[in-house]
């Protein structure tokens, strides 16, 4: 066996044991030499029905990079839909480079033919760095594709959706703590301000919250401190403010044994995804330091009640009230792992996967 044989039967077998580890069923590359396109999606779970999740554009550093994202991205998909009760399975995709230099209308619409070559297995939205302009380039060529504008029977940006069920979780979580659900006086730290954090931040500064915010635009950091008087710190300083509740509102992976240690509050509540670099690690951790957190993919599931509504049939009102439901389930999730002495992240999942596993039996018969 040559050299080069060998590495590429190496790589083959990390894919599959990644696949392995958490039971996906489908990860295909997309690759186009004309529109520079290099795409991965990744179908975690279709029991409970199509896949549906998000496509973002990020410039990883390396390929491996990118199919650790997207596996761990499309798997959290399963358990929101799970979680939520929606009859959705898990996927996700995303598109390799920077999408100021790589996106074009050619790009979104070759990216869409290979959704379609799916045939509906999959269906895709908006994420990080991708718009409903970019989604109506997809719909050029599947029909295979949610979060459409409202002008074309869509609903719209998911994103003020996702704000609202994740300001839901953070009031349950915070009732949970310290007895009220209302956040007026309550000092919430903000990591990320991107089309969910700002939305979330006004929903926390007509509560009356005081605001600690970080990201990388200073313009938009500048714009909230002058209209909500909220405090901007730089980067990694949002971790050791003191603050009530701490949003992780940007990428995943940010809560890591070295950062947790510089945590100074008592709940923890963003709409990220993946915010737990290692489940079995950071969630008892959290624990131990006496954090309650709210499961990322339970909180900021608004956004996918949204698409769902949108894939069978439209209505705003329905969706925020499907919604609010969130606050609900937070609470039930944060006793439960309270009085079976696990972690919240842990419990979440476990709900999900019973869910996805009890219609598993229901199927099992013709």
């Known amino acids: 066996m040559s050299t080069i044989q060998g590495a590429a039967n190496n790589q ?21 030499k004309h529109t520079g396109l290099k795409a991965i ?3 975690h779970n279709t029991v409970l029905g199509p896949g549906l999740g998000g496509t973002r554009i990020w410039n990883y550093t390396s ?3 990118a199919v650790n994202d997207v596996l761990r991205l499309s798997r959290g998909m399963t358990y929101k839909a799970a979680i939520s009760g929606l009859n959705l399975g898990g996927a996700k995709a995303v598109i390799i480079g920077d999408a100021k230099t790589i996106k074009t209308e050619a790009l979104m619409r070759k990216f869409g033919r290979f ?25 050029m060529e599947t029909g295979h594709v949610v979060g459409l504008p409202e002008s074309m029977g869509g ?6 959706v996702t704000a609202y069920g994740t300001y839901m979780g953070m009031k349950a979580a915070a009732k949970h703590v310290y007895g009220s659900d209302s956040l007026s006086g309550k000092t919430v730290a903000v990591q990320g301000i991107g089309k969910v954090g700002g939305h979330l931040l006004e929903y926390l500064h007509k509560d009356g919250a005081k605001l600690i915010i970080t990201d990388i635009n200073e313009e938009v950091l500048a714009k909230y401190a002058k209209e909500m008087g909220a405090v901007v710190v730089k980067g990694d300083e949002i971790y050791g403010q003191d603050a009530d509740v701490f949003a992780p509102c940007a990428l995943g992976a940010v809560l890591n044994t070295e950062n947790i240690k510089k945590l100074n509050c008592k709940v923890i509540a963003g709409a990220a995804n993946n915010q737990l670099a290692d489940e079995n690690i950071h969630g008892p951790m959290l624990v131990e330091k006496g954090i309650t957190y709210a499961p990322d993919f339970l909180i900021n599931a608004g956004g996918l009640i ?25 609470l039930d999730i ?15 999942t476990q709900l999900a996967e019973k869910r996805v596993n009890d219609i598993l039996r229901v199927k099992s018969t013709y």
């Open 12 to 32: 083959s077998a990390e894919i599959f044991g990644q696949l392995f580890t958490h039971d996906h069923e489908e990860l295909v590359f997309c690759q186009d």
């Open 41 to 43: 999606i990744a179908i």
């Open 63 to 65: 390929e491996a990079e």
């Open 115 to 139: 959704v379609e070559n799916l045939h509906g297995k999959y269906i895709t939205a908006e994420d990080v760095n991708t718009t409903t302009r970019d989604m109506e380039y997809v719909h």
């Open 155 to 160: 609903g719209g940006d998911p994103s003020p």
């Open 306 to 330: 949204n698409v769902y509504q949108e894939y069978i049939g439209y209505n705003r009102e329905t969706a925020l009230r499907n919604t609010e439901r969130i606050y609900d389930v937070t």
């Open 334 to 348: 944060l006793k439960t792992a309270e009085q079976n002495g696990t972690h919240t992240q842990l419990a979440a």
